[in-house]
């Protein structure tokens, strides 16, 4: 039986297990990825690991998250990063160069590699044929200091792409009709391989875009074979002596197969404020803009300004819409000054912004209360953009600019009816990414040789081994869908804490209900509910560690999303799962205790625990878990049972 394309790099990388859907596998990672937000607690953990030297073939910190240097805390964190790379033998990018899916995409990924990254969009080099997980910064320190990682071998669906994208249709609708299809939890356990003859049509980079956004279907990860336009794409990075031809045999099977025809597509937007509450562009049209933001790490490359800049050419944007173009490199930014395309935009009454996620995160270009905003990017959850209550649209570069043409979301098709002099600029590919490096620092050129930590960068809390005992009060209900942004807000007051778990624990779920943090702490222990998909978007590990900062102990939940479930094992918070009707009946201030001996039921591999609620009544609680998982969450969470490992020899 022929191999699928996802089953060859995981062969080729395999150091534990076997490749059957559903086992646990380890495998070997060549590249790690990390960025601000996440990478300061990746480096305090590889260093309480007592690592001294970085192991993978390329690991790269990009500082693209909170890039603006509000105090002195973000800037010593960016400072600490620089050290931290330059002390372990990493690339380091500083701030204002640009998104780390992008950077890395132009600088380091590719074909048949592996890549892991602390950040929930690192597949986007899937597009280039490299296989690229996100995951919590535990698993990439660990990963980085020349560790397995371990994931359950995920189903691989084959999407067939056929035909073309007619004009005005763009690879955000391909992903978009995806989430259409599929929903936010479609992807869920699996990776979604790209085939047939649909692809060839597609360039790198728009392969990109979709690969980015599998993340919003819950996917693993997204992968496309190589081709000859992914050997164009290398080559004009100067990189071609990197492509090999990587791809699925003929026979390969898969577990399952979803057709796409391109050439059925039109232009399609995403409502408020789910990435798959999506509708033909035309079913919203008329709907008023007040902003409209390109850039990303989906639609903020070079190819996706520079339609938007063709598309403004000669024209000025709608006087009541601001419109912000944030390139998500400096390259893009650079080589868009050099051809002119900056000089366009800024004429036509755009915004031109530093290359940074920025807006996309809440931090910079917060929409007006009551306003409407529209964002090439891949999320839309509520208050994400930094208000509460936004209403935010995620829709190509083309129908960004439309609105921002118009004032009011349009179908571009019908725009370009009315104006008559609007073409569709289509996808068009520089033979050369020009541009300079200097804002890249690789290990050779390290400024630091030794740590340097400012007053708010804290050590990294442990905690103890699982009690034997596990009963808490239910502090929270929660309902479906809840994402790390609602566990800790990534807003920029909040996330200037991250390196210090004591302070940025206080905003813990504060956002579901501000008076948590403190019944928490109060409390001292608990238990959290919520119902499916709980811990959706991004791999903020700080969405676990301050929950167990805060003495959580369990999360009795419907279905979890995968990095968060994940992660809850790395900082020993025990993730049960629970069926709806037991849902249902659990009133936040309930009394809940695991009546099994929970360090023995986990470490025997025991599935089912009987859980009572108010001494009154009961129900089961699973437990899904590899062996590996299992000691890990007794041993009180991954830095403790990484030591103990590194102790036993
Ligand atoms: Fe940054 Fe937003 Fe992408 S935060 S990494 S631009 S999803």
Same mark, same amino acid.
């Given at each position: 039986?022929?191999?699928?394309?996802?089953?060859?790099?995981?062969?080729?990388?395999?150091?534990?297990?076997?490749?059957?859907?559903?086992?646990?596998?380890?495998?070997?990672?060549?590249?790690?990825?990390?960025?601000?937000?996440? +990478?300061?607690?990746?480096?305090?953990?590889?260093?309480?690991?007592?690592?001294?030297?970085?192991?993978?073939?390329?690991?790269?910190?990009?500082?693209?998250?909170?890039?603006?240097?509000?105090?002195?805390?973000?800037?010593?964190?960016?400072?600490?990063?620089?050290?931290?790379?330059?002390?372990?033998?990493? *690339?380091?990018?500083?701030?204002?160069?640009?998104?780390?899916?992008?950077?890395?995409?132009?600088?380091?990924?590719?074909?048949?590699?592996?890549?892991?990254?602390?950040?929930?969009?690192?597949?986007?080099?899937?597009?280039?044929?490299?296989?690229?997980?996100?995951?919590?910064?535990?698993?990439?320190?660990?990963?980085?200091?020349?560790?397995?990682?371990?994931?359950?071998?995920?189903?691989?669906?084959?999407?067939?792409?056929?035909?073309?994208?007619?004009?005005?249709?763009?690879?955000?609708?391909?992903?978009?009709?995806?989430?259409?299809?599929?929903?936010?939890?479609?992807?869920?356990?699996?990776?979604?391989?790209?085939?047939?003859?649909?692809?060839?049509?597609? @360039?790198?980079?728009?392969?990109?875009?979709?690969?980015?956004?599998?993340?919003?279907?819950?996917?693993?990860?997204?992968?496309?074979?190589?081709?000859?336009?992914?050997?164009?794409?290398?080559?004009?990075?100067?990189? +071609?002596?990197?492509?090999?031809?990587?791809?699925?045999?003929?026979?390969?099977?898969?577990?399952?197969?979803?057709?796409?025809?391109?050439?059925?597509?039109?232009?399609?937007?995403?409502?408020?404020?789910?990435?798959?509450?999506?509708?033909?562009?035309?079913?919203?049209?008329?709907?008023?803009?007040?902003?409209?933001?390109?850039?990303?790490?989906?639609?903020?490359?070079?190819?996706?300004?520079?339609?938007? $800049?063709?598309?403004?050419?000669?024209?000025?944007?709608?006087?009541?819409?601001?419109?912000?173009?944030?390139? $998500?490199?400096?390259?893009? @930014?650079?080589?868009?000054?050099?051809?002119?395309?900056?000089?366009?935009?800024? $004429?036509?009454?755009?915004?031109?912004?530093?290359?940074? /996620?920025?807006?996309?995160?809440?931090?910079?270009?917060?929409?007006?209360?009551? @306003?409407?905003?529209?964002?090439?990017?891949?999320?839309?959850?509520?208050?994400?953009?930094?208000?509460?209550?936004?209403?935010?649209?995620? /829709?190509?570069?083309?129908?960004?600019?439309?609105?921002?043409?118009?004032?009011?979301?349009?179908?571009?098709?019908?725009?370009?009816?009315?104006?008559?002099?609007?073409?569709?600029?289509?996808?068009?590919?520089?033979?050369?990414?020009?541009?300079?490096?200097?804002?890249?620092?690789?290990?050779?050129?390290?400024?630091?040789?030794?740590?340097?930590?400012?007053?708010?960068?804290?050590?990294?809390?442990?905690?103890?081994?699982?009690?034997?005992?596990?009963?808490?009060?239910?502090?929270?209900?929660?309902?479906?869908?809840?994402?790390?942004? *609602?566990?800790?807000?990534?807003?920029?007051?909040?996330?200037?804490?991250?390196?210090?778990?004591?302070?940025?624990?206080?905003?813990?779920?504060?956002?579901?209900?501000?008076?948590?943090?403190?019944?928490?702490?109060?409390?001292?222990? +608990?238990?959290?509910?919520?119902?499916?998909?709980?811990?959706?978007?991004?791999?903020?590990? *700080?969405?676990?560690?301050?929950?167990?900062?805060?003495?959580?102990?369990?999360?009795?939940?419907?279905?979890?999303?995968?990095? *968060?479930?994940?992660?809850?094992?790395?900082?020993?918070?025990?993730?049960?799962?629970?069926?709806?009707?037991?849902?249902?009946?659990?009133?936040?201030?309930?009394?809940?205790?695991?009546?099994?001996?929970?360090?023995?039921?986990?470490?025997?591999?025991?599935?089912?625990?009987?859980?009572?609620?108010?001494?009154?009544?009961?129900?089961?609680?699973?437990?899904?878990?590899?062996?590996?998982?299992?000691?890990?969450?007794?041993?009180?969470?991954?830095?403790?049972?990484?030591?103990?490992?590194?102790?036993?020899?």
């Amino acid at each position: 039986m022929g191999q699928t394309l996802t089953e060859k790099i995981l062969e080729d990388h395999l150091l534990d297990g076997e490749l059957e859907t559903g086992e646990e596998i380890g495998i070997e990672i060549d590249q790690v990825l990390t960025q601000d937000t996440t +990478g300061t607690m990746v480096w305090l953990q590889f260093e309480a690991l007592d690592l001294d030297e970085v192991q993978t073939e390329i690991a790269a910190q990009y500082c693209d998250h909170q890039t603006y240097q509000f105090d002195f805390k973000n800037t010593d964190d960016h400072r600490f990063l620089r050290s931290a790379a330059g002390t372990f033998g990493a *690339h380091f990018s500083r701030p204002g160069n640009g998104i780390c899916h992008n950077v890395h995409k132009e600088n380091y990924a590719a074909p048949g590699k592996t890549l892991l990254g602390s950040d929930s969009h690192t597949p986007t080099p899937g597009g280039l044929g490299e296989l690229a997980i996100g995951a919590g910064g535990l698993d990439i320190a660990v990963a980085m200091g020349g560790g397995a990682y371990y994931i359950e071998m995920p189903e691989v669906v084959n999407v067939r792409l056929e035909g073309e994208l007619p004009e005005w249709a763009t690879a955000k609708d391909v992903i978009l009709e995806m989430l259409r299809r599929l929903s936010v939890k479609g992807g869920v356990g699996k990776v979604l391989e790209y085939t047939g003859p649909g692809v060839e049509t597609l @360039s790198a980079p728009e392969r990109t875009t979709i690969t980015n956004m599998g993340t919003e279907l819950g996917a693993t990860t997204s992968i496309f074979p190589t081709d000859e336009r992914t050997e164009e794409f290398l080559e004009s990075l100067g990189r +071609g002596e990197e492509y090999v031809e990587i791809g699925p045999d003929e026979d390969a099977e898969y577990d399952d197969e979803i057709v796409v025809d391109l050439s059925d597509l039109e232009p399609l937007i995403a409502q408020p404020s789910m990435p798959d509450n999506v509708v033909p562009v035309r079913d919203v049209a008329g709907t008023e803009v007040d902003q409209v933001i390109i850039g990303s790490c989906t639609n903020g490359a070079y190819e996706d300004v520079l339609p938007t $800049a063709k598309m403004l050419e000669g024209r000025t944007i709608d006087k009541k819409t601001d419109m912000i173009v944030a390139p $998500a490199s400096k390259q893009a @930014s650079e080589m868009l000054a050099r051809e002119g395309w900056t000089a366009e935009l800024m $004429a036509a009454g755009v915004n031109v912004s530093e290359a940074t /996620c920025g807006p996309c995160i809440g931090i910079g270009h917060v929409p007006g209360s009551d @306003s409407v905003s529209l964002r090439t990017f891949n999320r839309n959850f509520e208050g994400r953009s930094g208000i509460e209550d936004d209403s935010v649209y995620l /829709c190509s570069p083309e129908v960004a600019t439309a609105a921002a043409i118009k004032g009011e979301i349009v179908d571009p098709r019908d725009l370009a009816d009315e104006l008559g002099d609007l073409e569709d600029p289509g996808f068009e590919m520089p033979e050369e990414y020009t541009g300079s490096k200097a804002d890249l620092i690789p290990p050779e050129d390290a400024v630091d040789d030794e740590l340097i930590k400012g007053p708010n960068i804290a050590d990294v809390p442990l905690k103890d081994p699982l009690d034997a005992h596990i009963q808490g009060e239910a502090l929270l209900k929660m309902e479906d869908n809840i994402t790390t942004d *609602h566990i800790v807000p990534a807003s920029s007051d909040i996330l200037m804490y991250r390196s210090n778990i004591p302070k940025i624990s206080e905003f813990t779920l504060s956002r579901v209900d501000d008076t948590f943090p403190e019944r928490a702490q109060a409390a001292d222990g +608990g238990v959290l509910v919520a119902g499916e998909n709980y811990g959706q978007g991004s791999s903020r590990e *700080h969405a676990a560690l301050c929950p167990m900062y805060l003495g959580i102990e369990a999360v009795f939940a419907e279905s979890f999303a995968r990095i *968060h479930k994940a992660n809850l094992f790395n900082f020993g918070i025990v993730p049960y799962t629970i069926d709806e009707e037991t849902y249902e009946k659990i009133e936040q201030g309930d009394d809940i205790e695991v009546v099994d001996d929970v360090q023995e039921g986990i470490a025997s591999g025991q599935n089912e625990f009987t859980i009572r609620v108010n001494d009154d009544w009961e129900a089961t609680a699973r437990l899904d878990a590899s062996e590996r998982e299992r000691d890990i969450v007794v041993a009180g969470g991954k830095l403790s049972y990484t030591k103990q490992q590194a102790e036993e020899g």
